[in-house]
């Protein structure tokens, strides 16, 4: 151990006994930053990571490594020592790796000047630490392996420049084997087993955050290999000019099997695939507890087949093993509830008819070109998910995001697959169970309770609806397996105090036929299960149909798993040309990737019963049933999706606003919830596209410039609720022309007030209908500011008992019925043609519920247009792909309502805040300007401190010479 620290000691010392190790340093520094600010463009990704400094740390490593590690046995061969070294008490081994320490303390040194990079990254912005560490460590150990290969070499000569050639080609070669340029040439399966050959891929997959025990001990074997031969090549030495003997053969056996054994220790790990951790937050590149429970709630095998074509697009063939290595995670975890293939269909005829026959699954044709030629190749690239009889295709689309890296490069990567596979599982599963015994998923008795008055003080109609609800309720208890009973309780009995309980839990009261017939009656339906309750809404049409409808709704909102259904408001489509109207069409596409989304106008004055939760979306001029039936759908205990402002603006040609009365203003503010009629202005905003024409000489040329735009509120880091996964995961969001909001905090004292999304404190409001920017009197946001800035609301949610907005008033359903003309009067022949009677109409039940139960809320957001479609896509026009960061948002409140926290999570999961605190252009300049100069500064004091140990050193040995 001696001999050890002391050769290291003595070769570490060495490396610094000359400038060069400053120059190396030196560059390494100057390019990483380079790389780090410029390459990669870190300020323009505006993402709080360090992923740029580690992407081209593989390619750096063999420079750096290679001029590190040329001299370090070329120049004993050179000068003649190494015949001392090897011939002095000292053990070979000891010599290699005090060597190979002391290249691994180089490497360290040059690393750790790189730490203020991290840091301040840290800074500006929340960053994961677990790619950080992840990156780190996968750097010391792919340096590990070079260093090793480059002191093997240096071995082979005795001129510095030929070792350092002849590193520089080796581990360029093991780097360019598992290199995209060369995998893409081959199909993925010939790719895959490159890529484990490679020392860049392995990099990557451990830069992720994941340590994968295969990943570690395929850099060890390296190590383990080159050393082995390095201190093989050192006995060889020794041997030089001796004869043969048994003992030189029993080096060569034992070098060569053991040289064997760490290369086949790599084939022997490659089925173990649970020796990994994964440190990242959040652990997003394992599968979550959601998906897991998932799995245990299959009844059935699950059948997962993944189509993947073997010659695919380039920027597609890198995904493909990762896909597969998560879809193998499924079969794990479902143990033998879940298979999982692979196949190509392209290789069998039989597969690719069954895969567009069956599940429409078709080749997609994905063009490529290069500096050579232009191509079509026809490619498959979905995943089938099958249960039962149903079934779910997911698409690259579903899979993979694109944007744009440039003005010609792709960005490809996977958008979040498990959130995709767990979404399509839990979608088959919920679809297959609609179609079997919902009472089947309850873990408990569920308990039907009438509450209705005497058959006497009921209206004749629902006394005969009463015996069709006693027919079905008997019907359902036989197929209920035991699991329903029923009871029915008179309200108005043991002086009413029944009646006083249901107006305190769920706001029930009296009813009455009509304006007519004032007799006032009950007449409520409650499933209840444990301590979740729910109404059974009273269906429009008094028939056995609609009332098995109902019930049946009821029953699938109570019990778990099954498909929830979204009822979306949204204002009706305009056929104006010049004023195209709002489309939701991106809204409806996601929401209905995990539930199933019914358009209603809600003129009826009745929530649809199969509702599970209501949406309305940029109301204008709502009626009064439409109010009454949002207000009713609160009172049942529902919860409510709104996004509406007081000013709305239309993107057109130009931009055109206008202050709109959406028919809710005085019902919110009975709910203790006000907007102001005003827009937000805010210092941290987003851009605008803006045309610009700029003069090339003679000719004008028109370019889109992104300027920043007041209305165009960036949130992030603390406008955004950290402790609510609805908020908390989005990273980012913009919020267009957007009110502030305005709680009342009496009406609202026993409630639950939520801040969801909050501007920043350099905010004012503006009731100007002016949108359109002046950058020549305002540069910076385009707008004049007036009042005092300061942090504004602009989402909340609230959660508690309501009252109702029509408490104490008629229910608006309820029309004065206005005596009839006899036509006979008027028109006598024809009184005898009058006496045949029509057939009565049946006239709507209806009733004002005054008070909600506890799980009512509201969850409003203050802008018109928010997810609209001309908006989110004004909103990508900069970015390269489509904006969907509203539309997430709409997903987790949507989650979050419906009770659905796995799918959330899983969505939440790898999308925390990671953005940069905005800055200025100048002090990104002086922040990059700094890291060049603590750069200069540790080399400086690296070069100090060796100077100073030299010194040391010389006083030392000068004492111990005078000593003698």
């Known amino acids: 151990m001696n001999e050890f620290q002391r050769i290291m000691r003595k070769e570490f010392s060495l490396f610094f006994a000359s400038p060069a190790a400053l120059l190396f340093l030196g560059a390494f520094l100057a390019v990483t930053l380079f790389v780090f600010f410029w390459v990669e ?11 740029p400094l580690f992407s081209w740390m593989p390619i750096l490593l063999i420079f750096l490594v ?18 001392t070294l090897l011939t002095s008490p000292t053990p070979p081994i000891a010599l290699v790796l005090g060597k190979f320490a002391a290249g691994m303390a180089l490497v360290g040194v040059a690393l750790a000047l790189t730490l203020p990079l991290p840091l301040t990254v840290a800074l500006l912005g929340p960053i994961d630490w677990g790619p950080v560490l992840g990156g780190y460590l996968a750097t010391l150990f792919l340096a590990a392996a070079y260093v090793s290969i480059g002191l093997y070499l240096s071995t082979r000569t005795d001129n510095p420049i030929v070792a350092l050639i002849m590193t520089m080609l080796v581990c ?11 995998t893409n040439l081959f199909d993925h399966s010939i790719a895959n087993v490159l890529s484990l050959l490679g020392t860049g891929s392995r990099f990557e997959s451990i830069t992720r955050g994941v340590l994968d025990f295969r990943d570690l001990y395929y850099y060890l074997s390296i190590v383990g290999v080159f050393l082995t031969l390095n201190l093989y090549a050192l006995e060889k030495i020794r041997w030089a000019g001796n004869p043969q003997t048994a003992r030189h053969k029993q080096w060569g056996l034992v070098t060569l099997l053991a040289v064997a054994n760490l290369v086949v220790g790599n084939l022997w790990l490659t089925s173990i695939g649970w020796a990994r951790a994964d440190m990242t937050q959040g652990t997003i590149y394992s599968l979550s507890p959601a998906t897991n429970s998932y799995l245990e709630r299959l009844r059935e095998p699950l059948l997962i087949r993944g189509y993947f074509s073997a010659k695919t697009h380039p920027l597609l063939a890198p995904l493909v093993p990762r896909i597969k290595d998560l879809l193998k995670e499924y079969a794990v975890a479902g143990h033998n509830r879940v298979r999982v293939e692979f196949v190509d269909p392209q290789q069998d005829s039989a597969l690719e008819e069954e895969a567009a026959s069956r599940y429409g699954i078709r080749p997609v044709p994905f063009q490529m070109a290069n500096r050579y030629q232009a191509s ?35 960005d490809v990567d996977l958008k979040n697959p498990e959130y995709a596979i767990t979404g399509a599982i839990r979608k088959t599963l919920t679809a297959y169970q609609a179609g079997g015994n919902p009472f089947e998923t309850f873990d408990r008795n569920v308990t039907f309770t009438g509450y209705m008055s005497d058959d006497a003080a009921l209206p004749k109609s629902l006394v005969e609806f009463k015996g069709v609800l006693n027919t079905l309720l008997d019907e359902l208890k036989k197929t209920s397996q035991g699991r329903l009973t029923t009871q029915f309780k008179n309200p108005e009995a043991d002086g009413g105090q029944l009646g006083e309980e249901l107006q305190k839990r769920f706001g029930f009261g009296p009813q009455i036929a009509s304006l007519l017939d004032p007799k006032p009656f009950w007449f409520y339906m409650v499933l209840e299960t444990g301590k979740d309750a729910i109404q059974v809404p009273l269906p429009q049409e008094l028939t056995r149909q609609a009332l098995s409808k109902s019930i049946e709704a009821a029953i699938k909102r109570l019990a778990p798993g099954f498909l929830k259904t979204v009822t979306l408001l949204v204002p009706e489509r305009s056929f104006n040309p010049g004023m195209p109207g709002k489309e939701y069409s991106r809204v409806k596409e996601i929401l209905g990737e995990n539930v199933r989304v019914n358009e209603n106008n809600l003129m009826a004055g009745q929530v649809p019963e199969d509702t599970d939760l209501l949406m309305v979306l940029g109301p204008k001029g709502l009626k009064e049933e439409q109010v009454f039936a949002i207000d009713q759908f609160l009172m049942q205990g529902g919860s409510i999706i709104l996004a509406t402002a007081p000013f709305d603006v239309e993107v057109g040609r130009t931009l055109t606003a206008t202050k709109v009365e959406n028919g809710l203003k005085d019902w919110l503010t009975h709910q203790g919830i006000t907007l102001e009629e005003a827009m937000i202005l805010d210092a941290q905003n987003d851009a605008l596209p803006i045309p610009v024409q700029r003069q090339i000489g003679p000719i004008a040329v028109q370019e889109i410039r992104m300027m920043p735009y007041g209305f165009f509120t960036d949130l992030r880091h603390g406008g955004l609720n950290r402790e609510l996964p609805i908020t908390s995961g989005l990273g980012q969001l913009t919020v267009n022309w957007a009110a502030p909001i305005t709680v009342d905090p009496q009406k609202n004292k026993e409630r639950k007030v939520t801040q969801l999304l909050t501007t920043s404190d350099r905010s004012w409001t503006s009731d100007d209908l002016d949108v359109i920017p002046n950058y020549q009197a305002f540069p ?11 942090a504004r609301v602009i989402a909340t949610m609230v959660e508690g008992r309501f009252e109702s907005f029509f408490k104490g008033k008629p229910s608006p359903l309820m029309k004065k019925e206005e005596p009839a003309k006899d036509p006979s009067a008027e028109h006598p022949e024809g009184k005898d043609a009058q006496k045949e009677a029509k057939p009565e109409e049946k006239k709507p039940i209806s009733s004002v519920i005054d008070r909600s139960g506890e799980s009512a809320r509201i969850i409003l957001i203050a802008s018109q247009g928010f997810a609209e479609d001309n908006i989110l896509d004004l909103a990508s026009q900069g970015m390269g792909t489509i904006y969907s960061k509203p539309l997430e948002l709409l997903q987790n409140a949507v989650d979050w309502s419906l009770e659905d926290r ?20 100048s002090h990104r300049m002086v922040l990059e300007y700094l890291h060049y100069g603590f750069a200069i500064f540790g080399l400086v004091a690296v070069w100090f401190w060796r100077r100073r140990a030299r010194l040391l050193e010389q006083s030392r040995y000068q004492s111990i010479l005078a000593g003698v």
């Open 902 to 921: 796995g799918l959330l999570g899983i969505r939440s999961r790898g999308h925390f805040s990671r953005t940069l605190e905005q800055m200025e252009e």
């Open 41 to 51: 463009t870190f300020f323009a990704r505006n993402i709080a990571d360090v992923r």
């Open 172 to 182: 360029s070669a093991l780097y360019f084997i598992g290199s995209p340029t060369l």
């Open 376 to 410: 079509v190749v026809n490619a498959y690239f979905d995943i089938v998910i099958a249960y039962g009889d149903q079934y779910e295709v997911l698409g690259y689309r579903d899979l993979i995001e694109i944007k744009a890296a440039g003005e010609q490069d792709l």
């Open 66 to 83: 290679a001029a590190l590690t040329m001299r370090s046995w070329s120049e004993e061969r050179r000068s003649g020592s190494l015949e």
């Open 780 to 790: 910076e946001i385009g707008f004049s500011t007036s009042d005092e800035p300061k």
